[in-house]
């Protein structure tokens, strides 16, 4: 153990050094970065304009006199940017001798072409009343709701859509029940249920026996359709 106390002894003494020389290599990399900006025809001052240093959230703006000062690191790339001017950069050079370095940045005007403005007269009232009355106004909402909710939609809605799993099973447990419940003997007859004949002409009227076919109808397909058509009796017992 006696043998190691030199060694940390040595590394001990050598640490500061090594920060201090990091620390002064660091220091020497620091530049103070000051200058005005002016424009390139008249010379004249810029105010408020972005100096920023690249992939760094660091920066400053020029003053009333187009006036800045920054400190930035040697190696840095200096963006200048302004409304209506184009854009210039800065390499602050990495063999830069001493911490300071000035510049006089020249900005150049930036021509934007605007599309072009057609001025016409002002229309007349009719003009208006006609353009106005014409004009399509999309359905709002409430509207598009009210469409949806339509007897005739939700009828549409009804036979054409398919049965979802809860419609499927609540018409599974209707059925067992059905068959649970006349069990062992006939189940109930209503061909002469006056009931059951009010219940089948509505819904022959509404047209819940309608086929869903879109193949064109033949005299076959319509002696089947009527041969095929449900009684009263199948309204309140469903064939099992």
Partial sequence: MQKFLPIVFFLCLLKPA????????FKDSVVQL??????ADSLKGLEGVSIVVKNQNRGTITNDK????????????IEFTSIGFKAKSFY??????????????????????????????RISKE??????????????????????????TRRILAANLPSDGREASNQFL??????????????????????AWAEFIKAWKRGDFKK???????????????????TPNDIYNPKH
């Fill in 92 to 121: 602050i050079p990495k063999n830069l001798e001493g911490n300071q370095q000035s510049i006089i940045q020249l900005m150049v005007n930036d021509t934007v072409y605007l599309p072009a403005t057609i001025i016409k007269s």
């Fill in 174 to 195: 209707r059925q067992a029940g059905n068959k649970a419940y006349y069990q062992g003997q006939a189940p109930p007859q209503n061909i002469f249920n006056p009931f």
């Fill in 34 to 39: 000051y200058g005005i900006v002016m424009t």
């Fill in 66 to 77: 187009g006036i800045f000062s920054i400190v930035v690191l040697k190696g840095d790339e």
């Fill in 127 to 152: 003009q208006f009343e006609r353009d106005f009355i014409n004009t399509p106004v999309p359905d709002d909402d409430i509207a598009i709701a009210k469409k949806n909710n339509d007897v005739a």
């Fill in 18 to 25: 090594a920060s201090k020389a990091q620390f002064e290599a």
């Fill in 212 to 230: 869903k076919s879109t193949a064109p109808s033949t005299s076959n397909t319509q002696v089947n359709s009527h041969t095929t058509s449900p």
